[in-house]
Nanobody
Framework: VQLQASGGGLVLPGESLRLSCAAS????????MGWYRQAPGKKRELVAI???????NYADSVKGRFTISRVYAKNTVYLQMNSLKPEDTAVYYC?????????WGKGTQVTVSS
């Protein structure tokens, strides 16, 4: 399973970004897809996940600002990030769980700075 993420960049505080992640590979039976992030000097942390049944879970720090969505037919997950803050600056990683195995994308940099 390969995960290709895109959509990162440099934005001003208060602006928005949309991350995308497409999964590809054979025998795909993806359960949960999600986004994690890792800031310099910090551990990787959960941002948001969405299950095969469309249940979602968010980190408290992003609730009300970020929205995760998924197009099941395309094996693609999105993360709409609004009202971005400097503390959202991190490398964002796409994650997918397939048959109990976790897969990770390479990460995309999000920088929020004035």
């Amino acid at each position: 399973v390969q995960l290709q993420a895109s959509g990162g960049g440099l934005v001003l505080p208060g602006e928005s970004l949309r991350l995308s992640c497409a999964a590809s590979g054979s025998m795909l039976n993806i359960n949960t897809m999600g986004w994690y992030r890792q800031a310099p000097g910090k551990k990787r942390e959960l941002v948001a996940i969405i299950t095969s049944g469309a249940s979602t879970n968010y980190a408290d720090s992003v609730k009300g600002r970020f929205t995760i969505s998924r197009v099941y037919a395309k094996n693609t997950v999105y993360l709409q990030m609004n009202s971005l803050k400097p503390e959202d600056t991190a490398v964002y990683y796409c994650n997918a769980e397939v048959w109990g195995i976790e897969y990770w994308g390479k990460g995309t940099q999000v920088t929020v700075s004035s």
